[in-house]
């Protein structure tokens, strides 16, 4: 196994998770999406090695494996996957641009609450791998492949919202994505005297991917159905609710929830800018409260414990807003509360919460930081 405290990194990258403040299960509907890359990150030390096989080690899993360039497939072990995925879809774009190295992966992002360790841990390879060999991939093309990993070797068939907000995140800003084009623009993250806090309910349902590739499934038959009608739509996110209404009785009941709230919640997502961009900080917290109601009740990927949190929030006047944020079944609920009262709501929501369900809740401040970065090398 590499030896962490002798390892002489040729490159060092930090990949950062991300927050999503509104726009939840939207980029995969062409959509609008308002996510951050955050200060909580996966560092990565890369070395070449001159040879065909690969050491990764996961100092976090305490455990390591060997890649054969020559031959890169799946593994039974999850978070092997991301890497492979990684490595193998470089290769198709670049041929025979990876060559042997080793790579030791080091996180203090917790897994599978929402913030997306998935794409830091896809992005950081891709980065690293394209510093550490001079490979030329732009950011986009980062972006895809690192989403193509997941859809190939992991299975989930996510988005482009993770991947993109991990690369192309800047420090104290949000990015409105438009998922259709991919255009983008960035939005001072000035919620003072507020601040957005994330609670972890660390739950994470087993459900969480599974379902989500149902979600994807029931959002295309919807679409296809409406197509049928109306072939000028390509996405759910643009079709007014007014016209998703006429398929109430056409489509199945889940079904049109699905798409009812794909459309709303794109909406909502540009009401939402519009508020932070007039100042107006309780319509900003109120779309979140509404982003949160579609997609416990509409969308049906929350789960009681997020639900609880988003409830139990509303007894407090200084939080204007709260949803779960991510995937969902489980992680973290996003929250904007007054910054004097952090404290004192995250004490009542902690003791509530381990009243209520035997277990701890672990508050994640964050800062809103910069995406995928090469950070120095202590090569010698
Ligand atoms: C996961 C996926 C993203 C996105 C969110 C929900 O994080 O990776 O692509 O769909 O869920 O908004």
């Known amino acids: 196994m590499l030896d962490i405290n002798s390892f002489n990194s040729d490159v060092i990258i930090d990949s950062p998770g ?4 509104i726009g939840e299960h939207i980029d995969y509907n062409g959509g609008l999406v308002l996510p951050a890359a955050i200060d909580k990150k996966i560092t990565f030390r890369f070395r070449k090695n001159n040879s065909e096989t690969c050491e990764i080690l996961s100092s976090n899993f305490k455990s390591s494996f060997k890649l054969d360039l020559k031959d890169i497939s799946r593994s039974e072990t999850e978070w092997q996957n ?18 042997g190295f080793d790579c030791i992966i080091e996180s203090n992002l917790p897994l599978g609450s929402g913030i997306s360790s998935s794409a830091a841990l896809e992005c950081g390879m891709a980065k690293g791998l394209n510093e550490l060999f001079d490979i030329g991939l732009t ?17 989930t068939k996510c988005g ?22 991919l255009e983008y ?10 601040t957005v806090v994330l609670l972890n309910t660390n739950v994470s349902h087993s459900l969480a991917s599974s379902e989500y590739n149902v979600r994807r ?3 295309n038959t919807a679409l296809a159905a409406i197509q049928k009608k109306y072939p000028r739509y390509s996405s759910l996110a643009e079709i007014e609710p007014s016209v998703i209404e006429e398929f109430k009785q056409i489509l199945p009941e889940k079904v049109f929830n699905r798409a009812l709230y794909a459309s709303q919640e794109h909406r909502r997502t540009l009401e939402a800018v519009q508020c932070l961009e007039a100042n107006d900080l309780t319509g900003f917290g109120d779309c979140l409260y509404r982003s949160h109601n579609g997609l416990q009740h509409m969308y049906e990927v929350s789960c009681k414990e997020l639900d609880f949190l988003v409830d139990f929030s ?7 807003g709260a949803r779960m944020m991510g995937g969902g079944f489980g992680g973290c609920t996003i929250n904007l509360i007054l910054e004097e009262k952090v404290e004192e709501f995250i004490e009542n929501a902690k003791a509530a919460y381990q009243e209520k369900f035997d277990l701890d809740l672990s508050p994640i401040i964050i800062k809103i930081s910069n995406g995928v970065s090469k950070i120095e090398s202590d090569a010698r």
Do not use: W
């Open 314 to 320: 509303k007894k407090f006047d200084d939080v204007l």
């Open 139 to 155: 950011d986009l093309q980062m972006i895809k492949l690192s989403r193509d990993a997941e859809h190939t070797f992991v299975g």
């Open 217 to 219: 499934d029931e959002c």
């Open 82 to 99: 991301y890497i492979l995925g990684v490595v193998y879809h470089i290769n198709v774009l670049k041929p025979g641009s990876v060559k």
């Open 18 to 21: 991300r927050i999503n403040l």
């Open 160 to 181: 482009i919202m993770d991947q993109f907000a991990v690369v192309k995140g800047k420090e104290n800003n949000l990015i409105l994505l438009d998922c259709d084009t």
């Open 185 to 194: 623009k960035l939005i001072p993250a000035d919620f003072s005297p507020y």
